[in-house]
């Protein structure tokens, strides 16, 4: 098994073989809580001018948006998982558009990437059990970063753990993701910026292989892309 790890946008644009896009902090965090609530289907979108569209022609769908960290006028939620706790989520489609996850998704599947699934700190493991299990001959691991333009050292993290396990090598990283509290994840605790980045973020962000099940990006019939939980 032949295994790369990229980064950003233009990683994700050279993806080959089954791809794994990573989001930390906090796209993908927050859809395994969306999935594990009951939502059975998410819509990544790339565009927010398509999203907006999206939700006009179904405004039964919840429609989360973000751009720079916060909450886009006019969706119905942003982008963090803390602030969505409480909200009736069974049997829902969600929208979801954001800085840099949904953008990994949408560029990877662009570039003829054979199969994607996402990733984050809290399914990480169970996404390298999904690997092991296909056995591909190619992957690609994908840390998309901060907007997809500069790197994120959770991403790499979770991508290096990905990595690790594939390979069998030992790897502790929820002492790793913990000691975050003071670098990449010092944001959450500014008090200045709560609203943006609350604080409970980082914990739930960082609860390593809390969810033991893969999302998945399909397509729906028709022919846009989606991602479901498998």
Known sequence: MDIQILELIE???KA???TVVIDVFRAFSLECYLFDAGVVRIYPIGSLEDAFAMKKAHPDYILCGERKGAKVEGCDFGNSPCQMEGADLRGKTVIHTTSAGTQGIVNAAAAGAEEIVTASLVN???????????????VSIVAMGKAGLARADEDVL???YIKSVLEGRPFDVQARA???KTTA???FFNPDTQEVYPEKDFYLSTRCN?????????????GRLITERV
């Open 11 to 13: 990683g994700a644009r």
């Open 16 to 18: 080959q073989g089954l």
């Open 124 to 138: 990480a493991n169970a996404v390298a059990a999904y690997i092991r299990k296909k056995n591909p001959e190619k």
């Open 158 to 160: 979770c991508a290096e």
């Open 178 to 180: 913990d000691a975050m």
């Open 185 to 187: 994840g010092a944001h």
């Open 210 to 222: 809390a969810f033991d099940f893969v999302i998945r990006v399909g397509k729906d019939s028709g």
